[in-house]
């Protein structure tokens, strides 16, 4: 039988609270996460920076044609400080991609090993960072479809309403299928520990069948309302919690794959004690 929903909430916060019992396992987490946060963030400053850069660079004979000739020392200090600050914002990039990839493929490998269920430990980085990077490379394989297919109804009649609200929906569906299927996918990959395992999609389809198509998407709803409510609570109160949000996300992060693991679990162990048919 596949497990209910609430004993799935309170099962999955029971495994969350062994696994982060370690004061200083919590504190990496945080770490982790801050890291990859921050790579994001400076990825963004970055562009951010990069586009004021340009459009200043744009407008500079515009700003100088009335009040100096281009070529003077204060013209020319204006294109320098812009030039440097459009290496600033590609130095701001170029470290943002790293941190992100970095710390978001290691925070993969924490989600990994949550869906894997067990005892949940950290350590053995090395193999975190690994199964994380192939997570992230099936999670990209998986959605190659879907990209094609947005690329390719790029090229139809944009001007057309009609035809821009149907490619809109089209994309909407191949998305919703497309994150269906890989989040069992990545799951079965963690279960079995073999890369193929994440493209065997009769067995992972066999297993949605399972859950029940209504269930899962139900079951998906769920957690998203739940941390929805905890990240807007949270983010709605000034620094205090602001400052919650980081130390709670660690604990959101492992609840929300040991949930799915368990839903996957349950499943698997459903389809294996079915009678065989006559």
Do not use: H
């Not at 799935?8 to 982790?32: E, G, H, M, R, V």
């Not at 139809?156 to 009609?162: D, E, T, Y």
């Not at 992972?204 to 941390?227: D, K, P, Q, R």
């Amino acid at each position: 039988m596949v497990i209910g929903i609430v004993e799935n909430l309170y099962s999955s916060y029971d495994f969350t609270n062994k696994a982060l019992k370690s004061f200083s396992d919590w504190l990496i987490l945080i770490f982790i996460n801050l890291m990859a946060v921050a790579g994001a963030l400076l990825i963004f400053c970055g562009v951010f920076g990069m586009i004021i850069s340009a459009l200043s660079a744009y407008n500079l004979p515009t700003m100088t044609s009335n009040s100096m000739v281009l070529g003077d020392p204060i013209s020319s200090s204006m294109t320098s400080a812009f030039a440097m600050a459009g290496i600033f914002s590609m130095v701001f990039i170029g470290l943002g991609i790293i941190l992100a990839l970095i710390f978001g493929i290691l925070l993969t490998g924490v989600q990994i090993r949550a869906y894997r269920g067990g005892e949940f430990t950290l350590g053995s980085y090395g193999g975190m960072f690994l199964d994380g990077l192939l997570a992230t490379i099936i999670s990209f394989i998986y959605f190659i479809p879907y990209i094609i297919i947005s690329i390719l109804l790029n090229f139809g009649p944009m001007m057309n309403p009609a035809y821009v609200i149907a490619s809109m929906i089209i994309e909407i569906v191949v998305m919703i299928v497309t994150m269906l299927f890989y989040l069992m996918a990545v799951i079965r990959f963690a279960k079995v520990q073999k890369f193929s395992a994440a493209f065997e999609l009769k067995e992972i389809l066999n297993v949605i069948s399972t859950i029940g198509w209504l269930t899962y998407i139900v079951n998906i709803i769920v957690v998203g309302i739940v941390i929805l409510v905890i990240y807007l609570i949270l983010a709605l109160i000034p620094v205090v919690g602001w400052g919650l949000l980081i130390v709670v996300m660690p604990f959101l992060i492992i609840w929300e794959a040991r949930f799915f693991g368990a839903l996957y679990e349950s499943a698997t162990a459903t389809k294996e004690i079915e009678p065989a048919s006559p």
